[in-house]
């Protein structure tokens, strides 16, 4: 805001800052559309190694409308190589812990 304070959300270990309690409100009526995945773990490590493991924005892409994070350039091209096998390891993992 113009004083320089944010609005502050915590979901588990994830932090989220926003500019304003107005922007915060907006994220949490559908959080899912503007968070990514599995909050954020890299979906073909936990696929493939049951592993949480932090992704990265530089690694970040959209896909079906929905923001994944990848720990490193080489899990990212393997989305890309069956990104609908990924998708429903990340839609089953999100269904199991809700």
Same mark, same amino acid.
């Given at each position: 805001?113009?004083?320089?304070?944010?609005?502050?959300?915590?979901? $588990?270990? /994830?932090? !989220?800052?926003?500019a304003?309690?107005?922007?915060?409100? *907006? +994220?949490?009526?559908d959080?899912?559309?503007?968070?990514?995945?599995?909050?954020?773990?890299?979906?073909?490590?936990?696929?493939?190694?049951?592993?949480l493991?932090? $992704?990265? /924005?530089? !690694?970040?892409?959209?896909?079906?409308?929905?923001?994944? *994070? +990848?720990?490193?350039?080489?899990?990212?091209?393997?989305?890309?190589?069956?990104?609908?096998?990924?998708?429903?390891?990340?839609?089953?993992?999100?269904?199991?812990?809700?």
């Open positions: 805001g113009a004083d320089g304070l944010v609005s502050v959300w915590r979901e $588990g270990d /994830r932090l !989220y800052l926003f304003a309690a107005a922007q915060r409100d *907006l +994220f949490l009526e959080p899912d559309k503007y968070s990514p995945v599995i909050s954020g773990y890299d979906p073909v490590v936990l696929a493939e190694h049951q592993q493991v932090d $992704g990265h /924005r530089e !690694y970040g892409v959209t896909y079906k409308g929905r923001i994944y *994070l +990848f720990a490193s350039e080489a899990t990212l091209k393997k989305f890309w190589l069956a990104p609908t096998h990924y998708k429903s390891v990340v839609d089953e993992a999100m269904r199991t812990t809700r």
